[in-house]
Structures are given as structure tokens and as C-alpha cells.
């Protein structure tokens, strides 16, 4: 009886000592363990990862253990901070943090490294170890349905189609040309009508019956506006002085373009001055706006008459030299 509990006492200290020995290697070198539940899960759901750093009580981390840089990529839901455990024996980081499976088919998770310096200065590294979970697996292949066949079109549609499409070119052509002719007949309406001068001259006339000057002042600015917008093609009426000045430099003479800049400036001013405006104090102004007015009509007209005498003159000299020719 005594020899059998000196041998069951032999067999104890030798269980003991084995795990002892196990205990020691299981701390002698850095690990990352890594787990994820469930381990088959649909897109967009969300999977639970437990991972645990470890490493020899007076090793020193080369960098702390963080699983943030390796799931930056994923959709993390949770993120509980890190639970830190430090024995005699071992140190670890503990994280139990929640994804969401990105994609179908085997998902394999990061493997996050961890590197440790020995007491000796040497270093170590571990790695996690490769975590699969099936995103959205089926059990059975998709039955498609069979392709149908391609679409022809009839040869007698295929002929429709270009009857139509002739009749819709005709109907553009038409558009077109009516829109042509509309802008026509209002050019020649515009150019059969009063002439810009006359116009002018009839906006002086609602200037002069105005009773207040501010109102006689933005009459006027409004009917020199009109009349060099009508005169050298441009919205006259719809532009501010400065835009008028910037319109007329490449147009109209300069000393033309001075005065009526000047003006327009002058009547700016009188219009929102503070003070009540009399009427009278606008009808040097409106004096000046007349003389200007007729002097440039006066200069249009004698350019278009030197313009005519020119072209009858070469027709003169083309006929000529056709008699001669002959």
C-alpha cells in the first residue's frame, strides 16, 4: 500500500512538472489568437471577433498592440476598449470587437502581427492565424431562367420607320424655314418703321412734359440708351453706362462715345441725388442730348450717302470697262 502511493505520488509530481513545463512554452514566445462567431453569416451582418495579444512577462512590445490599423478597411460596429491583463508570468490585450461581412463567398478576416524584444534584445514576432467565415453561401446553384431568344424587327416596320423618319425631316425643314422668315419680315418691319432718330426725338418730347427732374433725368438716360443701342446694334436700353461705354469703344467715334458716357454720368447723378430735383435743372442736358443725337444721325447719313456714291461710281466704271471690252 505504501509502495503504491509512493508511485502514485511519483506519477503526480510528473503530471505536475509536464505542466509546468507546458505552462512555461505556452508563455515563452508572443501570441495572437483569433476567433470569429458565427462562422457562416449573410452579407451585411454582423460577426464577432475575440483577439488576444500575449507575450512574456518582461519582454518589452516593439509597438502596442492595436487591431484598429488592421480592420481601418472593414465596417466595425463595436469597439469596446481594450481589457488588459498582467500576471508574473505573461502579459496580454484582450479585444472583442463586431464587423460586418463585406462581401459574399469565404471572407477571410485580417491577421493582425504583434513584434516583442526579449530580455536578450532579440525580437519575435506572431501572427494571428487565418480566420475564415462564409458570407452568404448557398447550398444549391441559382436556377436561371432559360435566355430568350434575340428581337428582330419585321422587315415591313423596318420600312415604316423610314417613311417616318422622312416625315419628321420635312416637318424640321419646315420649322426652320419658318422660323427664318419670321426673323425676316421682323427685321424688315423694324427697318420699314421710324428710325431710331425719330424715336429719339419722340422720347424727348415725354422728357420735357416730365414735372420732376429726377423723372426727366431717368426719361432721358433711358432714351439715349435706346437710341446708340438702335443706332450701333446692342441692348441699349437693358445696359448700365459703364456696359454702355464698354459697348460703344469699338462702334462709334470716340469724341461720339465721350459726350454720351458723360451725359448718362451726369444724369446718374442727378437721379439719385437726396434733394428734390426741379425739371429745369435737366434741360441743359436734354439740349445737349438733341445736338448730340443730330450730329450723329447727321454723320450716318452723309457716310451712307458717300457709301452709295462709291458703289454707283464702280458700277459706273465696271459698265465702262464692259463697253470697252465689247
Request: charged share 25%; glycine share 6%.
Amino acid at each position: 500500500m505504501l509502495e503504491l502511493s509512493r508511485s502514485a505520488l511519483r506519477s503526480l509530481a510528473l503530471i505536475v512538472l509536464c505542466a509546468a513545463l507546458v505552462a512555461g512554452d505556452a508563455v515563452a514566445t508572443p501570441t495572437v489568437t483569433m476567433s470569429a462567431a458565427p462562422a457562416q453569416v449573410d452579407v451585411g451582418r454582423e460577426v464577432t471577433v475575440t483577439l488576444s495579444y500575449a507575450w512574456p512577462a518582461g519582454w518589452t512590445v516593439v509597438a502596442e498592440p492595436d487591431p484598429a490599423r488592421d480592420f481601418a478597411a472593414l465596417f466595425v460596429t463595436s469597439f469596446p476598449p481594450v481589457e488588459k491583463i498582467a500576471t508574473g508570468e505573461a502579459e496580454e490585450r484582450r479585444w472583442r470587437l463586431t464587423v460586418l461581412a463585406p462581401q459574399s463567398g469565404a471572407w477571410s478576416l485580417p491577421r493582425p502581427t504583434l513584434t516583442v524584444r526579449a530580455p536578450d534584445g532579440a525580437e519575435h514576432r506572431a501572427q494571428a492565424p487565418e480566420v475564415i467565415v462564409a458570407v452568404g453561401t448557398a447550398n444549391a446553384p441559382a436556377q436561371l431562367a432559360a435566355a430568350r431568344p434575340l428581337w428582330t424587327r419585321p422587315e415591313s416596320v423596318i420600312g415604316d420607320d423610314h417613311d417616318a423618319w422622312r416625315w419628321i425631316a420635312v416637318a424640321i425643314c419646315a420649322l426652320l424655314a419658318a422660323a427664318i422668315a419670321a426673323i425676316v419680315l421682323r427685321r424688315r418691319a423694324a427697318e420699314s418703321g421710324p428710325t431710331a432718330h425719330a424715336r429719339f426725338h419722340a422720347a424727348l418730347a415725354g422728357v420735357r412734359s416730365a414735372g420732376d427732374g429726377k423723372e426727366a433725368g431717368a426719361r432721358l438716360s433711358l432714351a439715349l440708351r435706346a437710341f446708340a443701342g438702335a443706332t450701333w446694334r446692342f441692348d441699349g436700353a437693358g445696359s448700365t453706362t459703364r456696359e454702355l461705354a464698354q459697348l460703344l469703344k469699338p462702334r462709334a467715334p470716340e469724341g461720339e462715345t465721350r459726350t454720351v458716357v458723360r451725359m448718362l454720368e451726369e444724369l446718374d447723378g442727378l437721379r439719385w441725388s437726396p434733394d428734390q430735383l426741379p425739371a429745369s435743372q435737366v434741360t441743359p442736358l436734354i439740349d445737349e442730348a438733341r445736338s448730340w443725337a443730330d450730329g450723329v444721325q447727321r454723320r450716318l447719313d452723309e457716310e451712307a450717302r458717300a457709301a452709295l456714291a462709291e458703289k454707283r461710281a464702280k458700277r459706273t466704271d465696271r459698265a465702262a470697262s464692259a463697253t470697252k471690252a465689247g
